[in-house]
Each structure stands twice: as structure tokens, then as C-alpha cells.
């Protein structure tokens, strides 16, 4: 975008944070009682709804199911007025459909699956506002379903969508950089063993840079799981005081 | 709408319960269920609303664009509606599943909204025959629980409420054309009058008596259902008939009187909150789903 400087001499970004820092993330599991699982993120101005249901029995064709553990089945699909241009259709579209996918990925590599064999587990998530990381922001809130719904997962799944500019790499991409012309990578961490799950980046960045910004993206990622963790804590102590 | 299994002896308890004006969850018959009502939890739209009813979520979010005016009413402008049946509201919702439901609810909400006697679609328009205002409303459903009708009409009155629509002016550029100017400053907009917004209240039939708020359960031992728009004067704007059952004209004329009493109840409580929600301004606890 000409004119707006995407890190300036200073090294402060568009709105105001350092090349490092996260946006805010705000968290809530157990949104909505008839699920079985389901938890509410923000981070920044992204909001994402994430809801679970399973382990249940196969729904549909009963040939999609495995003999040794339970397929995970994912939708991704965006409010019609979370974009600043309304989005005609929800979901189906090739975007959402190649989310779905990545989602399903990276909650496969996650989810103790083999412990529910012929069984599938369902996460939806729905993206109230967009601005910018949609995939990290609703992993991050399928990973608390999940945890919600008590289905028992390796590690936390973290992500988060880091961009490369001017020698450095910028955390946690808003909408305005994610769209002026950064090189932007998607990953999602597993981060007590360092295990990667998903990477994606479809720009330009040459070589040299790559391991910087994958560094980059593992250090945040980390970050995240912090606050995913307490999150989660705080939760268990709310549940279990209300129950005294 | 997502089923719920109701087995006999379920069935009988709840239509004994009813007879007695006594619910399940010990409601009398015309009462609603916990109600929570939000305004502006989405920041990308021009109003927003969340709605709470018991089990039941709805988010409301509507956009104003500029667009064209229908060729039989030029001077004014128009309602466009879409609902979303979500997944997260149940699974069977996932890809196409929720669409037939959707088209349902959004043929309805354009019966009862889109007309002139609920919103004043004069004040829509920009310049006759070129220029208006179309609100998208977009209603997204998040949970299920019965009475969708009841939650999502207030959600849409309450987003309504909270709509700003900037100011616009028309000016003529050289050639003699006209150009819409948004004013500068993005404070100045314009709200619409909700006065005469009507709010749907569904009474379904179950056994000899009806009970307004069914949940799903209730709704599975109903019979049919009758749902109406009334507004806050008490006057009924539509009328609908649900469900597979037949009801007689004594039925369907007690349940409308009721549901005049229920709907005309609901409107001042309703105004009242939302004013007081808007008096509170910059100063207000921007709450969401973090609650």
C-alpha cells in the first residue's frame, strides 16, 4: 500500500506493536452447553467460534470409517459480515474448502486418534470478524474445544501466521499486512516437543530467509500456548470451585 | 431443526404438565425463557446484535450499501435478508444441511420485515430512482434450542436499533452526472426508527392448551404452530401457520389473542434496555461470548 509503512524506522507496525509482539488474546471455553466442546477466541480484532462434537458414530456412509481410529471432520466457514466486504457465501467456496482441509491436517497429527477406533470427531469453526491470521486464530480456538470437549490431544496445537519485511519478521499478521505485500507462513506448533504440523506459505521469500521466519513463527507460537494454557487452567479452577 | 427423541411417557408428562400451566423447567405457559440482549459485538458491521434465549443463539449482523432501487417502489430503499444455519448449532447443519431451514426462516423474515409499515424504508433512500440504501441483514444461527422465530426478530430489532448509517450527500460532478459523498467524519450517521420494528411470538400447540417459548422437547409433543408479528402497539402484522398438525378457528383465534398480550409485553422492556445499553456509550463493558 503506498504511503503506509508497514515497519517503520522506529520499529513499530500499522498499529502500533514491535516486530515480536503478539496480538491480545482473549479466550473462553465451554460458550455453549449443548455442544460437547466449544470455546471462543479473539486475537486482536479476529474472533473465531469453535465447536466440537464427538467422538460419535459415523454419520452418512458408513465406509468412511476407520478400522483403527477415528476420522476427524472439519468445516471452516466465515460469518457473512465478519469481512469488510459482505461475503456472499458462508462456506463451499474453494478458500473455505482448502481451510477445511488444513484444519482436518493439522487436528490429525494432534488428536489421540487411535483410541476411538469407527468413530469421527466433528470441529467447526466459524470466524465472527476477520482481520487478518483466520487459520491460527481458529486452530488456536479448536485446539480449546477440543480440550473442552475432553477429547485427549499429544499437545496443545498452536499457531500463528508470521510475515517477512524489510529484514525482519513481523508476528501475529493483521488484515493490512497480511494483504500489503508481505511474504506471509502459517504454522501450527506442537510446542512441547517442537513438533511441526502444518506449514504454509505461498509467496516469495528467498531461501536464506527461511529459517529465520520459521524461528520466527515457533518462537510466537510459543508464546501462544502460554496463554492457551492458562486459559485452560483458569477454566478447570472456575468448573471445579463452581461444583464445591 | 435439529430433533430431539421424546419417548411416550416423556410426551404424556409434558401434556399433563401444560394442562396444569406448569412446564418442565417451571414456566407457566406465556412465560420466556432467560433472555440476554447485546448490541455491537461485531465491529466490521454498521449494527450488530447477540441474543440469548435459554438454549438458543442468534448473531445479527447487518451492513448498509449503496445499491439501486426496486423499479416498482423508487423512493425507497430495502431489506435483503440471509440466515445461516451454522454447523456449530448441530451437526447435521454441515455443508448443505442447514440451507432448507435457512430459505425458511429468511422467506419469512422478509414478510414480516421488508415492508413499509415495520421499517421506514422511505428514510432509505438517497435519491429516487438511483441511489439507496440496502441493508444486508445477516442473521447467524448458533445454537438451537426451540423458538428460533422469537430470537431471531428480537436480535434484528435490536440490531436495527444499533445501526448507524453515514450521511450522505449527492453532489453533480462536471459532466452533469451525480456522485454520493460520504461526509468526512465517521461519527455523522444517521439511525433508523425501531419504533414500529414487530417482534415474532411463536405459540405452539401442545395438547388443548398453547405455550409460547417451546423448547424443542415441547415442540416435538406439539401439534402445530402459529407464529405472529406483533408490534408494540399490539396490532398483529403476520400471521403464519407451522407444523404438520390442523388447528381449529377457536384455537388459532386464542392463540392469537395471546400472543398479542405476550408480543406487546415484550416491546417496552425491550426499548428500555436498549436505550439504557446506548446511554451508557464509550463507558460501556463490551462483554460478547467472553461472558
Not at chain 1, 505461498?202 to 510459543?222: P, S, V
Not at chain 2, 416498482?72 to 451454522?86: A, I
Not at chain 2, 440451507?99 to 426462516?105: H, P, Q
Not at chain 2, 439507496?132 to 430489532?157: E, H, P, T
Given at each position: 500500500m503506498a504511503?503506509?509503512?508497514l ?25 455453549f ?8 477466541l479473539?486475537?486482536?480484532?479476529t474472533?473465531?467460534?469453535a ?15 476407520l478400522?483403527?481410529?477415528a ?28 481451510m ?20 469421527q ?18 486452530v488456536?480456538?479448536a485446539?480449546?474445544?477440543?480440550i473442552?470437549?475432553g ?10 501466521t508470521v ?11 493483521c ?9 506471509s507462513?502459517?504454522?501450527?506448533l506442537?510446542p512441547?516437543g517442537?513438533?511441526?504440523a502444518?506449514v504454509?506459505?505461498?509467496a ?5 530467509h ?5 524461528e ?9 500456548s ?5 486459559v ?6 472456575e ?6 | ?5 421424546v419417548?411416550e411417557a ?11 400451566d406448569l412446564?418442565?423447567?417451571g ?7 432467560h ?11 454498521d ?9 438458543t ?18 423512493d ?14 448441530t451437526?447435521e ?9 435457512g ?5 419469512t ?14 428514510s ?6 438511483e ?11 448458533l ?5 428460533l422465530y ?9 440490531a ?10 449527492m453532489?453533480?460532478?462536471?459532466e ?7 461526509s ?15 417482534c415474532i ?28 408479528a406483533?408490534t ?7 400471521a ?11 384455537s388459532?383465534?386464542?392463540m392469537t389473542?395471546?400472543g ?10 425491550l426499548?428500555k434496555?436498549?436505550?439504557q445499553?446506548?446511554?451508557l456509550?464509550?463507558?460501556r ?7
Amino acid at each position: 500500500m503506498a504511503g503506509l509503512e508497514l515497519l517503520s524506522d522506529q520499529g513499530y507496525r500499522l498499529d502500533g506493536r514491535k516486530a515480536t509482539e503478539l496480538r491480545k488474546v482473549q479466550a473462553r471455553m465451554g460458550v455453549f452447553a449443548q455442544a460437547d466442546g466449544s470455546a471462543y477466541l479473539e486475537q486482536g480484532n479476529t474472533k473465531a467460534l469453535a465447536v466440537v462434537y464427538g467422538p460419535h458414530e459415523i454419520r452418512g456412509s458408513r465406509s468412511r470409517a476407520l478400522h483403527d481410529r477415528a476420522v476427524i471432520n472439519c468445516q471452516y466457514s466465515m460469518a457473512t459480515f465478519s469481512t469488510a466486504e459482505r461475503k456472499r457465501r458462508p462456506h463451499g467456496d474453494r478458500k473455505s474448502t482448502e481451510m477445511s482441509l488444513h484444519l482436518k491436517q493439522t487436528f490429525e497429527a494432534a488428536v489421540l486418534t487411535e483410541l476411538y477406533p469407527r468413530s469421527q470427531i466433528d470441529i467447526y469453526v466459524k470466524i465472527l470478524q476477520s482481520d487478518g491470521g483466520n487459520y491460527s486464530v481458529c486452530v488456536n480456538a479448536a485446539t480449546l474445544a477440543v480440550i473442552d470437549a475432553g477429547i485427549p490431544m499429544r499437545d496443545y496445537v498452536c499457531a500463528c501466521t508470521v510475515g517477512f519485511v524489510d529484514e525482519t519478521s513481523l508476528a501475529d499478521l493483521c488484515y493490512a499486512e497480511e494483504s500489503g505485500g508481505v511474504s506471509s507462513l502459517a504454522l501450527a506448533l506442537l510446542p512441547r516437543g517442537g513438533q511441526i504440523a502444518l506449514v504454509q506459505m505461498d509467496a516469495r521469500l528467498h531461501q536464506d530467509h527461511l529459517d529465520t521466519l520459521i524461528e520466527a513463527a515457533m518462537t510466537a507460537c510459543k508464546g501462544v500456548s502460554k496463554v492457551l494454557d492458562q486459559v485452560v487452567r483458569q477454566h478447570l479452577q472456575e468448573a471445579s470451585t463452581l461444583q464445591e | 431443526m435439529a430433533r430431539v427423541k421424546v419417548s411416550e411417557a416423556e410426551k404424556v408428562y409434558i401434556l399433563h404438565g401444560i394442562r396444569d400451566d406448569l412446564r418442565v423447567d417451571g414456566r407457566s405457559c406465556e412465560d420466556y425463557r432467560h433472555m440476554e440482549v447485546e448490541t455491537d459485538v461485531v465491529s466490521n458491521t454498521d449494527g450488530s446484535a447477540r441474543v440469548s434465549l435459554g438454549h438458543t443463539a442468534v448473531l445479527v449482523g447487518i451492513k448498509a450499501e449503496i445499491g439501486k432501487p426496486r423499479p416498482l417502489v423508487p423512493d425507497e430503499g430495502y431489506l435483503e435478508f440471509f440466515v445461516d444455519c451454522s454447523a456449530n448449532a448441530t451437526p447435521e447443519f454441515e455443508g448443505r444441511g442447514g440451507e432448507e431451514l435457512g430459505i425458511e426462516l429468511s422467506n419469512t423474515l422478509y414478510r414480516v420485515f421488508n415492508n413499509r409499515s415495520s421499517v421506514d424504508l422511505k428514510s432509505l433512500c438517497i435519491s429516487a430512482g438511483e441511489h439507496c440504501w440496502v441493508l444486508y441483514v445477516d442473521v447467524l444461527l448458533l445454537q438451537c434450542d426451540g423458538n428460533l422465530y422469537d430470537a431471531i426478530s428480537v436480535a434484528i430489532k435490536a440490531a436495527l436499533f444499533n445501526t448507524k448509517i453515514p450521511r450522505v450527500h449527492m453532489s453533480s460532478d462536471e459532466e452533469g452526472g451525480k456522485e454520493v459523498e460520504l461526509s468526512d467524519d465517521p461519527f455523522d450517521c444517521v439511525r433508523l426508527n425501531v419504533e414500529s420494528v414487530p417482534c415474532i411470538v411463536t405459540l405452539c400447540k401442545v395438547g388443548h392448551r398453547h405455550v409460547v417459548d417451546a423448547t424443542l422437547q415441547e415442540k416435538a409433543c406439539s401439534v402445530a404452530s402459529l407464529i405472529i408479528a406483533v408490534t408494540h402497539r399490539g396490532t398483529v402484522t403476520c400471521a403464519k401457520k407451522m407444523g404438520g398438525g390442523s388447528l381449529d378457528p377457536e384455537s388459532i383465534f386464542e392463540m392469537t389473542e395471546a400472543g398479542k398480550r405476550v408480543g406487546k409485553a415484550l416491546h417496552a422492556p425491550l426499548m428500555k434496555l436498549l436505550q439504557q445499553e446506548e446511554s451508557l456509550g464509550k463507558k460501556r463493558q463490551k462483554v460478547g461470548f467472553l461472558g
